[in-house]
T-cell receptor, first 114, second 116 residues
Framework: AQTVTQSQPEMSVQEAETVTLSCTYDTSESNYYLFWYKQPPSRQMILVIR??????QNATENRFSVNFQKAAKSFSLKISDSQLGDTAMYFC???????????FGAGTTVTVRA | GAVVSQHPSWVICKSGTSVKIECRSLDFQATTMFWYRQFPKQSLMLMAT?????????EQGVEKDKFLINHASLTLSTLTVTSAHPEDSSFYIC????????????FGPGTRLTVL
């Protein structure tokens, strides 16, 4: 079974600043995907960014980027130029290529201060 | 595109009754759908995988007789909570895969179930 660990329950950041969320995972799989999802107060799950394990290049989506360290099984998310709308719970998730099931971490609540 | 809806968005029922939650993919065909459960301020826990035309696959610890899942068409999966009790109160979320090559799960808005 896959385990996803998010060690930061809460993070607070000033508007326009940068915040980094940590995520580690444990797996024996070689073919997998990693995701960061955002869940705002509406509770709608929104895909922020994803990374294929076979790709060495770190994924980037506008102000969101990841630092994927495969050997260390680490997958951190950096939010640059934080905006008030970034306030949400962020979940790191692991997907095994074989069955497409998602395993989620416990989540990190991010609060952006004006 | 890739919109998933859930109905109802909020339901309150009496203990002992059954409640059905629908999950629909509005603009694509979803061969596979997933059902999750989320308690307040906690993570999503996968309950079951639903494939069109076949029996759902339940995760360990999930009572398949309590949580009945039916995936009757490529756009509809239903979750029925049978003989609901207060401990079944939770937020239920479905998701669907549009394209296996794409691997992205598209999530519904969730259904809040309160059992009195």
């Amino acid at each position: 079974a896959q385990t996803v660990t998010q060690s930061q329950p809460e993070m607070s950041v000033q508007e326009a600043e940068t915040v980094t969320l940590s995520c580690t995972y444990d797996t024996s799989e070689s073919n997998y995907y990693l995701f960061w999802y955002k869940q705002p107060p509406s509770r709608q799950m929104i895909l922020v960014i994803r990374q294929e394990a076979y790709k060495q290049q770190n994924a980037t989506e506008n102000r969101f980027s990841v630092n994927f360290q495969k050997a260390a099984k680490s997958f951190s998310l950096k939010i640059s130029d934080s905006q008030l709308g970034d306030t949400a719970m962020y979940f790191c998730a692991f997907m095994k290529r074989a069955d497409y099931k998602l395993s989620f971490g416990a989540g990190t609540t991010v609060t952006v201060r004006a | 595109g890739a919109v998933v809806s859930q109905h109802p968005s909020w339901v309150i029922c009496k203990s002992g009754t059954s409640v059905k939650i629908e999950c629909r993919s509005l603009d694509f065909q979803a061969t596979t759908m997933f059902w999750y459960r989320q308690f307040p301020k906690q993570s999503l826990m996968l309950m079951a995988t639903s494939n069109e035309g076949s029996k759902a696959t339940y995760e360990q610890g999930v009572e398949k007789d309590k949580f009945l899942i039916n995936h009757a068409s490529l756009t509809l999966s239903t979750l029925t909570v049978t003989s609901a009790h207060p401990e079944d109160s939770s937020f239920y979320i479905c998701s669907a895969i549009r394209d296996y090559l794409d691997n992205e799960q598209f999530f519904g808005p969730g259904t809040r179930l309160t059992v009195l």
